[in-house]
């Protein structure tokens, strides 16, 4: 079985500890190390390598969503998953156009989080409930009712465009889908422009929750 290489990135040692305790429950899973603030992740991360990094950016000088950043650009390959306190929607969806790969708030129960880990080691997106509540009710668009309400009217996709959404929204990079559906890069452009046009949207965030709300990805 080939192990799951998670690196934990947390300030408080309960924290660690508790996290390291329910993973070891799954017998997938390799802790590969862990980190209390940014210095010791960044110093760590390139040599570990890991598969997977569960961070709570939320942490007043040991972490910021700097350090998401620094993962998903840097390492491209890398599952993110976001297990914070933080429930706040303007952060949230930052942290999703930046390309995390999951976020649970810390009360999410254990079953939860194992599932989540699964989840990212199959390369899917994994969002808790409450968060999904969050960002959905900041995505809810708000007609006025002298103008008439043109995302509430019927949108046509392509076979091909669906597949197209259902890999942006999983994390596939626009090189990655044209290697994944032997396509150009530029016709995947294309593509991409067409989707965001058609559906009124401006970035991969807004079509994560697109594609929940219409049941091609699906929330955890």
Excluded: W
Excluded at 25 to 36: D, K, P
Excluded at 48 to 76: H, K, T, W
Excluded at 157 to 183: P, S
């Amino acid at each position: 079985m080939r192990k799951i290489g998670v690196f934990i990135a947390d300030a408080h040692d309960l924290t660690r500890a508790g996290m390291k305790a329910l993973l070891s429950r799954h017998e997938a899973v390799q802790i590969l190390g862990e980190a209390t603030n940014s210095e010791e992740l960044r110093a760590k991360i390139g040599v570990l390598r890991p598969s997977l990094v569960i961070i709570d950016f939320y942490i007043s000088a040991r972490f910021s969503m700097a350090d998401v950043a620094f993962l998903c650009r840097g390492f491209p390959q890398l599952g993110v998953l976001v297990v914070s306190n933080n429930q706040c929607k303007q952060d949230i969806l930052r942290v999703l156009d930046y390309g995390v790969n999951g976020y649970l708030l810390k009360e999410c129960d254990e079953d939860e989080i194992l599932s989540a880990v699964d989840g990212l080691a199959r390369k899917e997106k994994f969002f808790c409930g409450k968060v999904m509540d969050i960002i959905l009710e900041e995505a809810t668009h708000q007609c006025p009712p002298d103008l008439p309400c043109n995302h509430c009217q019927g949108i046509s996709l392509t076979n091909r465009e669906v597949e197209v959404i259902k890999l942006i929204a999983e994390g596939y990079t626009t090189k990655q889908i044209a290697q994944k559906l032997f396509l150009s890069f530029h016709t995947i452009v294309t593509h991409r422009k067409n989707i965001f046009r058609k559906l009124q949207v401006r970035s991969s965030s807004e079509l994560v929750l697109y594609a929940i709300r219409q049941g091609i990805l699906h929330a955890g």
